[in-house]
Nanobody
Framework: QVQLVESGGGLVQPGGSLRLSCAAS????????MAWHRQAPGKQRELVAT???????NYANSVQGRFTISRDNTKNTVYLQMNSLRPEDTAVYYC??????????????WGQGTQVTVSS
């Protein structure tokens, strides 16, 4: 079993910043790509940012230059630093991680989600 625990969401004013964290734990042999997705009310879930196990990153156009994804492989954790937040960034944010277990099985796992609300 592998679990993902997210933290760092909350209410912030437009222009503010938040940092999300997602920590993996359990029977982990290795971790591959990690990503953040988000889902706003009434909308489909969308990819926000990805980071490979080598550190290569990609971003959605809507967050490019404002959000930064990073990872700490010693802690099996992925982060999303969100700056210059806008009301349209309001959504539930989910981490998504590819994990190879100690049984050498590859799993793709979702975090439980953390609410980010940008409002004055």
């Amino acid at each position: 079993q592998v679990q993902l625990v997210e933290s760092g969401g909350g209410l912030v004013q437009p222009g503010g910043s938040l940092r999300l964290s997602c920590a993996a734990s359990g029977n982990i042999f290795s971790i591959g790509s990690m990503a953040w997705h988000r889902q706003a009310p009434g909308k489909q879930r969308e990819l926000v940012a990805t980071i490979s196990n080598g550190g290569s990153t990609n971003y959605a156009n809507s967050v490019q230059g404002r959000f930064t994804i990073s990872r700490d492989n010693t802690k099996n954790t992925v982060y999303l630093q969100m700056n210059s937040l806008r009301p349209e960034d309001t959504a539930v944010y989910y981490c998504y991680v590819f994990v190879t277990t100690t049984a050498r099985r590859l799993n793709a796992i979702w975090g439980q989600g953390t609410q980010v609300t940008v409002s004055s």
